[in-house]
Nanobody
Framework: QVQLVESGGGLVQAGGSLRLSCAAS????????MGWFRQAPGKEREFVSVISWSGGTRDYADSVKGRFTISRDYAKNTVYLQMNSLKPEDTAVYFCAARKGYSDNAASYDYWGQGTQVTVSS
């Protein structure tokens, strides 16, 4: 089992920044691909970003490319999502997730955090 706890969400004005954190415990963090997903009210959960177990491969949704950066700290068993130039359409609950093997498909992830709310005001 892997337990995931997100933090760092909040209310920010358009153009601002937030850094989300996802602390992992349980099975060895370094074995897992880590993903960030988000879900806005009335919408499906969507892919935001993913980082491989080694940190050597990262991908982003087109909508966040150039604005968001994913990273991981093995010493702290934590994955981060740095979000810059935030837009109102980034408003959503953000979830981190873990799985073995690389994927941007939310349905394939085995472990999920509880989510953290990000609200961007215009």
């Amino acid at each position: 089992q892997v337990q995931l706890v997100e933090s760092g969400g909040g209310l920010v004005q358009a153009g601002g920044s937030l850094r989300l954190s996802c602390a992992a415990s349980g099975r060895t963090f370094s074995y897992y691909t880590m993903g960030w997903f988000r879900q806005a009210p009335g919408k499906e959960r969507e892919f935001v970003s993913v980082i491989s177990w080694s940190g050597g491969t990262r991908d982003y949704a087109d909508s966040v490319k150039g604005r968001f950066t994913i990273s991981r700290d093995y010493a702290k068993n934590t994955v981060y999502l740095q979000m810059n130039s935030l837009k109102p359409e980034d408003t959503a609950v953000y979830f981190c997730a873990a799985r073995k093997g690389y994927s941007d498909n939310a349905a394939s992830y085995d472990y999920w955090g509880q989510g953290t709310q990000v609200t961007v005001s215009s």
